[in-house]
């Protein structure tokens, strides 16, 4: 682990932000007549979810000087964030997305306008060297990578930089198929990543995907032959399975939900937890479990981050 004393940041991480416009009712989109403004990214999600537990947090990324972009650079410094690394290019515009609403628990129908959007043409060049190995700790998704090819070769470049400064590196496959060119592409770069990181976490269904294999055991192996100290398989209501360098193999259970609202972002708010929960030498199972109740606490919200907790909310769970 990296001597706390003298990183800038607890965590770094690359992504998009877009503007998320959730339907004020349920049923298709287009039948919706009022929307509520949230923020929206993979990668800024967690961001957020770890500086509201009071990590220091770097993020770096594009946006455009439209209103959308002033709207999310806005909430990130809100919440503590720095963007001292986050170009406002005027000649660049800033993604969205629609979401719907369900009521039946089920995954909502999202539609995203992101082709071409100012985070897309990030490249390696965006990867200020000198400012990332500051940080004790990179959190990187298969999003990012997923947007364009130089967001790709950002990607790997950002993971490489940390794995030769010897910094510890997690990875969130987060699959978004429509955004690669072939499944079989996506399988071949997501894995890539993945051998990149110290600590994976897929859900089970991904792991399918990306591996094959039909058991957590299975998907956890695969990573874990691949270098991964660690792997966090997501099991859903089911809490989660983990294969680990310095605590074995176990299971630990979810948190019961009353009522599921949106499903979009519990892997973020897992991911959060548990990484907040290493970087503070939390032993592997405390970690697994803090996830489970953040991913938990995601899915009876109505946007992406408004279930991520506070420190003193987390005091209070005893976690």
């Known amino acids: ?33 009022a929307f509520h403004k949230r923020t929206a990214g ?3 999600n967690v961001a957020i979810g770890l500086a509201r537990l009071g990590l220091k947090v770097g993020w770096a990324s594009r946006l455009g000087t439209d209103s959308m972009g002033r709207a999310l650079l806005a909430a990130m410094q809100g919440e503590g964030i720095d963007c001292s690394h986050v170009i406002c290019d005027e000649s660049q ?26 985070a897309s043409h990030m490249g390696p060049a965006d990867v200020d060297e000198a400012w990332l190995r500051t940080a004790r700790h990179l959190h990187a998704t298969g999003v990012f990578a997923a947007i364009s090819d130089t ?10 930089v940390m794995r030769q400064a010897g910094r510890t590196i997690s990875f ?28 994976v976490l897929p859900g ?10 039909t058991t957590p055991e299975g998907v956890a192996h695969f990573y874990r032959q691949r270098g991964a100290k660690l792997v966090v398989v997501k099991l859903g209501a089911e809490g989660a ?19 599921i609202i949106d499903t979009v972002g519990a892997g973020d708010g897992f991911a959060a937890g548990v990484v907040s929960a290493l970087l503070e030498g939390k032993p592997v199972p405390e970690a697994v ?5 953040i991913g938990a606490r995601a899915v009876q919200v109505l946007g992406d981050t408004e279930g991520l907790p506070t420190r003193a909310q987390l005091a209070e769970a005893g976690l």
Do not use: C
């Open 241 to 259: 399975y983990y294969d680990s360098d310095v605590a074995g193999t176990g299971r630990v259970e979810g948190f019961p939900v009353k009522e």
């Open 42 to 44: 993979a990668e800024t």
């Open 1 to 33: 682990m990296t001597n706390t004393s003298t990183a800038a940041f607890d965590v770094a991480l690359f992504g998009e932000a877009m503007l998320l416009l959730v339907a004020d009712r349920p049923g298709p989109i287009e039948n919706a007549t």
């Open 151 to 160: 967001s790709l070769q950002a990607a790997i470049k950002s993971m490489d």
């Open 289 to 293: 479990r803090r996830g489970a109740w």
């Open 172 to 199: 969130d496959p987060n699959l978004r198929p429509t955004l690669w060119s072939s499944p079989e592409t996506m399988r071949h770069w997501i894995n890539e990543l993945a051998s990149r990181a110290d600590w």
């Open 204 to 213: 089970m269904e991904e792991g399918l995907i990306l591996t094959g294999e």
């Open 93 to 118: 515009r800033t993604g969205f997305q629609f979401k719907g609403r369900v009521t039946d628990g089920s995954d909502p129908p999202v539609e995203y306008h992101r082709k071409g959007s100012a």
